[in-house]
């Protein structure tokens, strides 16, 4: 009997772009964690290729450029909010319960990911490649119409007050945020961030609160 020889398996082409992508994470993941202790000026692409352990070529095989790796992180931190934003069962929630709840889990994630907020309030970030500071303004509109949307259902729940302008409250909740984002990074992560939430929820929240209107008094006699 003629011997056959058994032909060489071809590895499917979906597994080497799986392997690629995972590559991509890794790399990404390590950039979050030099900004992280670090800073953003001290992400470069040999820092990177350090970190993840391959040649400075290999890397720009997956990444052109520092811009191009801020870019998937930024990417990397939206689908990661939303998947955490898909955790929590909103849809059982008053639009009020639900508002608090995202409010506690965008501090939570901030402070699970130090590095979103050195990014955010980086000179990179300002004087940097364009894309990137509008990649992360689009972003930040991106959360900040979502916070709008909660508060007009709100509104319409009536649990909070009809005459709010509720992109202007929303701006407001941000702005709060990133501040108390900001204290927590100069204070070298020395206060839990996520135990301020119900501080910042009050502050605002409850001044945005429907009032029941008073009862005038009885005119009887």
């Known amino acids: 009997m003629a011997n056959e020889q058994t032909p060489a ?70 689908s990661n909010l ?30 699970e990911q130090p590095g979103i907020p050195r990014l955010l309030f980086s000179e990179e970030l300002r004087s940097g490649d364009p894309a990137v500071r509008q990649r992360m303004e689009e972003l930040v509109m991106f959360f900040l119409q979502f916070l709008a949307g909660l508060i007009r259902a709100g509104q319409a729940s009536g649990e909070l007050r009809a005459d709010l302008d509720a992109e202007q409250c929303a701006c407001i909740l941000i702005s709060c945020v990133q501040g108390l984002a900001f204290r927590w990074i100069l204070s070298d992560f020395r206060f839990v961030l996520a135990e301020q939430a119900d501080a910042v929820i009050s502050t605002f929240i409850e001044g945005w609160r429907a009032r029941t209107p008073e009862k005038e008094p009885s005119s009887d006699v």
């Open 9 to 78: 398996i071809e590895k499917p082409r979906r597994r080497r772009r799986l392997s690629a992508e995972v590559r991509r994470q890794d790399i990404v993941a390590a950039a979050m964690e030099i900004i992280r202790h670090h800073g953003v000026d001290k992400l470069t692409t040999r820092s990177l290729s350090e970190a993840v352990g391959v040649a400075q070529p290999t890397l720009f095989l997956h990444f052109g450029s520092k811009s191009q790796v801020l870019l998937a992180l930024v990417d990397a931190i939206q």
């Open 82 to 111: 939303q998947e955490k934003m898909r955790g929590f069962d909103l849809g059982s929630l008053t639009p009020l319960e639900r508002l608090r709840a995202v409010i506690r889990a965008h501090l939570g994630f901030i402070q």
